[in-house]
Nanobody
Framework: QVQLVESGGGLVQPGGSLRLSCAAS????????MGWYRQAPGKQRELVAQ???????RYADSVKGRFTISRDNAKNSVYLQMNSLKPEDTASYYC?????????WGQGTQVTVSS
């Protein structure tokens, strides 16, 4: 069974940066598309960024130019570098792994952007 463990969330001031990490186990990581969703209180879960097995990336319009997704197949990990954070980025962030439409979720990590 696929396991995903996120880390790197926390409290940051507006304009600050955070780097989220997601470590995967029990999968052939390089063959999976990976990504991040987020969900704020009272809002629907939304796709933040995704990266295919071939490292093609895609971003939500709200984070383009500020967030960068990357992967390290040797470490079975995917990362989300978040810069110029805004209060509206406050949410729980969830890593996911997608293999042929079968999606596995991590437990989530909280990101709070506040002064």
């Amino acid at each position: 069974q696929v396991q995903l463990v996120e880390s790197g969330g926390g409290l940051v001031q507006p304009g600050g940066s955070l780097r989220l990490s997601c470590a995967a186990s029990r999968i052939i990581f390089s063959s999976y598309a990976m990504g991040w969703y987020r969900q704020a209180p009272g809002k629907q879960r939304e796709l933040v960024a995704q990266i295919t097995s071939g490292s093609t990336t895609r971003y939500a319009d709200s984070v383009k130019g500020r967030f960068t997704i990357s992967r390290d197949n040797a470490k079975n990990s995917v990362y989300l570098q978040m810069n110029s954070l805004k209060p509206e980025d406050t949410a729980s962030y969830y890593c996911y792994a997608n293999a042929g439409g079968v999606i596995t979720w991590g437990q989530g990590t909280q990101v709070t952007v506040s002064s």
